[in-house]
């Protein structure tokens, strides 16, 4: 196999008695979507804050492409290729939607110390922001306000901004929250496509995307990973059956 | 043509007009009235780069008002007097050179508190700017060199090349000139990439770092060009008053640099100019009216705060729209 | 330097300590549990003296002025929260900082109305005129002492009213959970309208106590509020004991570094010179603390929960 490109080893992390996150690892390769389930409360949000730096771990080790960022600030990790989203909060909920994807693709371009151009006139922003909103399908909200877009659209222009990154993994944190059913059929059928460009660890409550989408699948209970294998393998685990599934049969 | 638009040219056209009426009439005093709108129209389009656009409240911008008020004081006061200062620069008596000193001096100072206080947020930021600004006002109070507490006159006010800047209206049109070139500059900024990402960090800091851009080095840019705009406002205050003491360095004028931008409107261009005319005129009318003037600014001002957050541009021109 | 001038000047720096804290007390108190950030407490302070410095002159007792005092900031704060200072909890900071600007304005010109452009003075109480002799030969001033017992005093009631009594206990979950408090049936509003008069009422004590210190004027308080913003900093915003020990570190450091920097400065530079470097540098000594603090620990040396 080759090298995985998002690499956790070890990881603990702990709030006073409490072990968020005991001894994680886990392991995210080019082309899959590797997905992460548990119970609420299982340390998902937690294990999501350290990889991508906005809570330090205790110890373990984070890398990205074969290169540590464990102890790196969330922009430079950003900027080394970590594609973030957001479960409920916009970029910049004022900006039009076009104005947030521009943003992003200024950030990916890592020049945002230019002081006098006016960016509206910019067409590298502009045409190539245009691009990723049409491709996840809100080139016709282009000129709406972030903060007044519905639900599902702001999980599209979330996705429209990790695209205009230059992503090397994804982390998708639960894309398909408050999406209706058709919704979340388009989604899923978009984030098949999604994992060409790159890896995508995929945050996950919506059980029948998982198991549609998922390569693999890590199981996270109180802070530890207790199974991790295909589909299959985790559908027939024993341990998760009982643990997270609530099945007793 | 948006209303705002219009209703920012007629504002500009309106404020470069009185002057010359004034002129003709002979009232110089209403040419003062007019300076000192386009100086503290200027101070607060400063301050609006760090508070409208960062989101930064600073409470200590006076700092920087009043280091650009010394700065005209002191380089003017060597001028005079043949003295050398430091390296034996005998001070000068150009304005040129006074903003451009003016300029580097707060931008240093700028930096310095900007990248104590920017490692804090919300009501720290606000009582910390606060703070370094109270000690520099102590500062130039117990520093007997320049005046200490009396302050510092100066004797003829600074040159400007080619023009009689003693005259009234010459005066008034070099103060006007750089305040266009400051809301140009500040209109620049805003639309740029640079502005994007400022406005940004202001909405959503945690955002904006996932994305790539650092927050902190944005914010403390923005930090230190916006005192350097403010600077350069208190020389010109300086050379309107000829005269600088530390009641430029004061909180009370930090608080009014603030109160001109919410009272034309925050998160407009020219909502520092139509808060410092307000201001002034204010000022003047009641003024006239009663020694207790401020009594009543205290009410409008908690009026606008409590029940008309627009502002004047906000009354006029409705709500902000963003791009 | 003899030492008994430097005790003098160790128990002037704690005085003035004990005065900050009754300032930052209120400040920190009503940030904690409001999330309100007021520039009037200075105002609050200055209600306090002027109210102390005429009734004493009108019925001749300073500690009938002092009563007034209390009762006249906590009725000054009470009103101003119920007229004002409520609209804006939900509001930003901003907002905050410019609408207690604005009650400033209005209190200070409202008392050079009321009052005159005149200072007023207020004498010391006969029971407390006269200096008590230190160990070491010190004598010392009785008032000042009775200022730093009243001091330790209030810190020790706060700190019995915030641990022990059930209005206590409403401003400790007023400060984790607003809504958890609202749901128990707690009056929110009250609870707020009273933290807000209590701590207008520890400022209007300073204020008076202070009165017979200095003179009473228009804009006495607004020197005290800024360096109890300063105290407040370096304490932890929101935290009493923060407020306590920030008070003391700023009382004492103040006052030590503009007794001692002079003479520091004096073993190097001829003594002109070290008068004014000194004294300059004194003046700014507590802002340099603030930043060397804030540099180590950006939310204050003891952070309240956030």
């Known amino acids: 196999m080759a090298d995985p490109i998002l690499s956790i080893r070890d990881l603990h992390k702990s709030f006073g008695a409490l072990k968020a996150t005991d001894g994680v690892s886990i392991d995210l390769y080019p082309g899959e979507i590797h997905a992460l389930i548990g119970p609420n409360g299982a340390g998902k949000s937690t294990l999501i804050h350290q990889i991508c730096g906005t809570l330090r771990q205790n110890s373990g080790k984070i890398s990205l492409v074969g290169r540590d960022i464990s102890h790196l600030p969330v922009a430079e990790r950003a900027r080394l290729g970590l594609g973030r989203t957001f479960q409920i909060s916009s970029l910049a909920g004022e900006f039009s939607a076009l104005r947030n994807v521009m943003l992003a693709v200024q950030a990916g371009q890592g020049s945002s110390f230019r002081f006098f151009k006016p960016v509206m006139q910019d067409a590298s922003l502009r045409d190539e922001a245009m691009a990723k909103l049409e491709r996840v399908g809100l080139g016709g909200r282009a000129d709406v306000p972030a903060s007044e877009l519905s639900h599902g659209e702001k999980r599209q222009l979330e996705i429209a901004i990790a695209l205009a990154l230059n992503v090397k993994a994804f982390l998708l944190d639960e894309p398909m929250a408050g999406m209706g059913p058709e919704g979340s059929k388009v989604l899923t059928g978009f984030l098949h496509s999604l994992r060409q460009e790159a890896p995508i660890l995929l945050v996950e409550h919506d059980m029948d995307a998982v198991f549609a989408l998922a390569d693999r699948i890590s199981v996270l209970v109180y802070g530890r990973v207790i199974a991790s294998g295909t589909v299959a393998e985790i559908r027939n685990d024993p341990a998760v059956r009982q643990a997270y599934l609530g099945d007793h049969a | 043509m948006k209303r705002e638009t219009i209703i920012n040219l007629v504002l500009a056209a309106l404020l470069l007009a009185v002057p010359f009426i004034a002129q003709a009439m002979g009232q110089t005093f209403t040419i003062t009235l007019a300076t000192r709108i386009a100086i503290l129209a200027l101070a607060a389009t400063g301050l609006n780069i760090a508070l409208g656009l960062g989101g930064l409240v600073s409470f200590g911008h006076a700092a920087f008002f009043g280091v650009g008020g010394y700065v005209a004081g002191i380089l003017s006061a060597h001028a005079f007097s043949g003295e050398p200062m430091v390296l034996g620069f005998e001070g000068t008596r150009q304005m040129l050179i006074v903003w451009l000193v003016a300029i580097t001096a707060a931008g240093l100072l700028g930096l310095l508190i900007g990248v104590i206080s920017l490692r804090t947020s919300g009501v720290y930021f606000i009582m910390i700017t606060l703070a370094f600004a109270q000690m520099v006002y102590y500062f130039a109070i117990s520093w007997p060199a320049y005046g200490g507490e009396d302050g510092l006159s100066i004797a003829v006010r600074n040159q400007f090349p080619g023009v009689n800047s003693m005259r009234p209206l010459n005066f008034f049109l070099i103060c006007y000139g750089v305040l266009i070139v400051g809301l140009v500059l500040s209109a620049l900024i805003k639309a740029s990439r640079f502005g994007a990402a400022l406005q940004a960090v202001r909405q959503n800091e945690v955002r904006v770092a996932s994305i790539g851009i650092s927050p902190m080095p944005i914010r403390l840019t923005a930090f230190v060009i916006s005192a350097m705009l403010t600077a350069v406002a208190g020389a010109l205050f300086a050379d309107l008053n000829r005269f600088v003491s530390p009641s430029m360095l004061s909180w009370h004028m930090s608080g009014e640099l603030i109160v001109l931008i919410i009272l034309g409107g925050t998160g407009r261009l020219m909502g520092p100019v139509a808060g410092a005319a307000l201001y002034v005129i204010l000022e003047y009318l009641l003024g006239g009216l009663t020694e207790r003037w401020q009594f009543f600014l205290g009410l409008i001002l908690l009026g606008t705060v409590l029940f008309a957050r627009g502002g004047v541009i906000g009354l006029l021109a409705g709500k902000v729209r963003h791009g | 330097m003899t030492f008994a001038l430097a005790i003098e000047q160790l128990l002037n720096g704690v005085q003035l300590g004990v005065m900050l804290f009754l300032m930052a007390a209120g400040l920190t108190l009503i940030f904690g549990v409001m999330g309100l950030i007021n520039l009037a407490h200075g105002s609050l302070y200055m209600v306090g003296a002027f109210a102390c410095a005429s009734v004493a002159a009108w019925t001749g007792s300073f500690w009938l002025g002092v009563i007034a005092s209390l009762a006249a900031a906590a009725a000054a704060g009470a009103i101003i929260e119920i007229t004002v200072i409520r609209r804006l909890y939900d509001r930003d900071h901003l907002d905050q900082v410019l609408a207690t600007f604005a009650l400033i304005l209005i209190f200070s010109e409202g008392t050079r109305w009321l009052f005159g452009s005149f200072p007023l003075y207020l004498d010391i109480p006969a029971a407390l005129q006269g200096a008590m002799e230190l160990p070491g030969g010190a004598q010392y001033p009785v008032y000042r002492l009775a200022i730093i017992v009243t001091g330790a005093l209030v810190a020790l009631g706060l700190y019995l009213l915030i641990s022990k009594t059930r209005l206590g206990m409403r401003i400790r979950a007023g400060e984790s959970d607003r809504e958890m408090i609202a749901a128990l049936g707690v009056d929110i509003r009250t609870l707020y309208t009273l933290v807000f008069a209590l701590g207008a009422a520890l400022a209007g004590l300073a204020g008076a106590m202070v009165g017979a210190l200095q003179s009473v004027q228009v804009g006495m308080g607004e020197p005290v509020l800024i360096l109890a913003f300063v ?51 004194a003046s700014m000594l507590i802002y340099i603390l603030m930043a060397i603090i804030l540099a180590v620990k950006p939310r204050g040396l003891f952070p309240a929960q956030a």
């Open chain 3, 231 to 281: 105290v407040i900093i370096i304490g932890g915003i929101g935290s009493i004991k923060g407020a306590l020990i920030g008070a003391l570190l700023v009382g004492v450091v103040d006052t030590m570094g503009r007794f001692l920097l002079p003479q520091v400065f004096a073993l190097v530079v001829p003594p002109a010179q070290a008068g004014l470097i000194g004294g300059s540098l």
